[in-house]
């Protein structure tokens, strides 16, 4: 049997409902509802504390539920716990290599365990460093890899067993923006081979890379889910500041852009601190509006950036609260359109 007819097409790999663990008072995953379909990225997005490694670690037999059902790959967590071991691959929060051991150790010991045989097991290893870049630092032990070598070691090592719904808790965590974007590459392809992906991370910027979909948790809830493009616009896509030439036209500034009602631009803040006028925008056209009217009405501009939303921001957007939950005085003044 081929794996499309074992799979079948378009069903879900993982479905929960109202998944349930406490650990004493806390309510680490509190009743959680998740769905990924077949050959795709699902992203869970959540600060610390959030119960992203406590789902992961559900889903992976890791750990037992309270209450709530969870299927992956159509295997029970519960009663079925063997079999689904067998189709899924885990990718840990923390390295889950061993340090003293090479590259290619790693490989064929986790081969073995796998109840491959020796000869496959070499095979296996060989392949799975040839595909994530580390055959020249195949013999080099561990302690001896960069972080992004350990990561994409670790990528390897959790696709040794073909696993065809693969879990990846944080996977750039700590990492340096290039050693972040090989890893996104790696990612990419297990995804473009037909698996299915599912990403915790706290960064957006890492959800809007990899996932099609996102469900966003905090204390061990759902509290928004949807389509990456959905997301985005319920927190204005991006943030464009503008500096003004001279700090002095920073409030104006924000109460021209407020009062000249373009097209989709719902406010503007003058952030007096860091000397920028802040406006959320979801289009270039935007962008470009905005600038144009500043140029018209005459104000001199030193500095043009746009960044994408923060998760905390996306929390703000969402839940009209901070993602840390500290109780803060608004620092901006913020002018409604
Ligand atoms: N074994 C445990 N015993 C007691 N409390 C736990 C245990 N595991 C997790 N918790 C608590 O459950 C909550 C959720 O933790 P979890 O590790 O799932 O969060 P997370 O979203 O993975 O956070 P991070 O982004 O920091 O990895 C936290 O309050 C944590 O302290
Ligand atoms: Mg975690």
Same mark, same amino acid.
């Given at each position: 049997m081929t794996r499309q007819e074992a799979t079948g097409?378009?069903?879900?790999a993982v479905e929960v409902r109202g998944l349930v663990k406490h650990f004493g008072e806390t309510r680490?995953? *509190?009743?959680i509802d998740l769905t990924v379909r077949e050959g795709t990225v699902m992203g869970v997005l959540g600060p610390n504390g959030a119960g992203k490694t406590t789902l992961v670690r559900i889903l992976s037999t890791l750990l037992a539920p309270d209450a709530g059902t969870a299927t992956v790959a159509g295997c029970d967590?519960?009663?079925q716990p063997r079999r689904l071991r067998r189709t899924i691959g885990l990718t840990g929060q923390?390295?889950?290599? *061993?340090?003293?051991?090479?590259g290619w150790e790693n490989l064929y010991m986790i081969g073995r365990l796998l109840d491959l045989p020796r000869r496959d097991a070499r095979r296996r290893a060989d392949e799975m460093l040839e595909r994530f870049s580390l055959t020249d630092a195949a013999r080099k032990p561990v302690s001896k890899y960069s972080g992004g070598m350990r990561r994409r070691l670790d990528l390897a090592a959790s696709m040794i067993g073909r696993p065809r719904v693969l879990y990846l808790d944080e996977p750039t965590t700590g990492l340096d923006p290039r050693t972040r974007n090989e890893v996104w590459d790696e990612v990419k392809h297990i995804v473009a081979d037909g698996n299915t992906v599912l990403l915790t991370t706290q960064y957006m910027e890492e959800a809007e890379q990899l996932a099609s979909e996102l469900t966003v948790v905090d204390q061990g809830k759902v509290i928004a889910e949807g389509r990456v493009p959905e997301l985005k616009a319920k927190v204005g896509g991006r943030t464009l500041e503008i500096r003004p030439a *001279?700090?002095?036209d920073l409030r104006a500034m924000a109460g021209a852009l407020a009062e000249a009602?373009? *097209?989709?631009i719902s406010g503007a803040t003058a952030d007096a601190e860091r000397g920028v006028v802040s406006v959320p925008i979801i289009s270039d056209e935007q962008l470009t509006a905005v600038v144009g009217l500043l140029g018209v009405r005459g104000f001199g501009i030193a500095d043009i950036a746009t960044h994408l939303p923060s998760l905390d921001e996306v929390f703000l957007a969402i839940t009209g609260q901070r993602a840390t939950h500290q109780e803060s005085e608004p620092e901006n003044e913020e002018v409604a359109a």
């Amino acid at each position: 049997m081929t794996r499309q007819e074992a799979t079948g097409h378009g069903r879900n790999a993982v479905e929960v409902r109202g998944l349930v663990k406490h650990f004493g008072e806390t309510r680490a995953v *509190d009743g959680i509802d998740l769905t990924v379909r077949e050959g795709t990225v699902m992203g869970v997005l959540g600060p610390n504390g959030a119960g992203k490694t406590t789902l992961v670690r559900i889903l992976s037999t890791l750990l037992a539920p309270d209450a709530g059902t969870a299927t992956v790959a159509g295997c029970d967590v519960v009663r079925q716990p063997r079999r689904l071991r067998r189709t899924i691959g885990l990718t840990g929060q923390y390295a889950s290599v *061993d340090e003293k051991l090479s590259g290619w150790e790693n490989l064929y010991m986790i081969g073995r365990l796998l109840d491959l045989p020796r000869r496959d097991a070499r095979r296996r290893a060989d392949e799975m460093l040839e595909r994530f870049s580390l055959t020249d630092a195949a013999r080099k032990p561990v302690s001896k890899y960069s972080g992004g070598m350990r990561r994409r070691l670790d990528l390897a090592a959790s696709m040794i067993g073909r696993p065809r719904v693969l879990y990846l808790d944080e996977p750039t965590t700590g990492l340096d923006p290039r050693t972040r974007n090989e890893v996104w590459d790696e990612v990419k392809h297990i995804v473009a081979d037909g698996n299915t992906v599912l990403l915790t991370t706290q960064y957006m910027e890492e959800a809007e890379q990899l996932a099609s979909e996102l469900t966003v948790v905090d204390q061990g809830k759902v509290i928004a889910e949807g389509r990456v493009p959905e997301l985005k616009a319920k927190v204005g896509g991006r943030t464009l500041e503008i500096r003004p030439a *001279d700090t002095g036209d920073l409030r104006a500034m924000a109460g021209a852009l407020a009062e000249a009602g373009l *097209d989709g631009i719902s406010g503007a803040t003058a952030d007096a601190e860091r000397g920028v006028v802040s406006v959320p925008i979801i289009s270039d056209e935007q962008l470009t509006a905005v600038v144009g009217l500043l140029g018209v009405r005459g104000f001199g501009i030193a500095d043009i950036a746009t960044h994408l939303p923060s998760l905390d921001e996306v929390f703000l957007a969402i839940t009209g609260q901070r993602a840390t939950h500290q109780e803060s005085e608004p620092e901006n003044e913020e002018v409604a359109a």
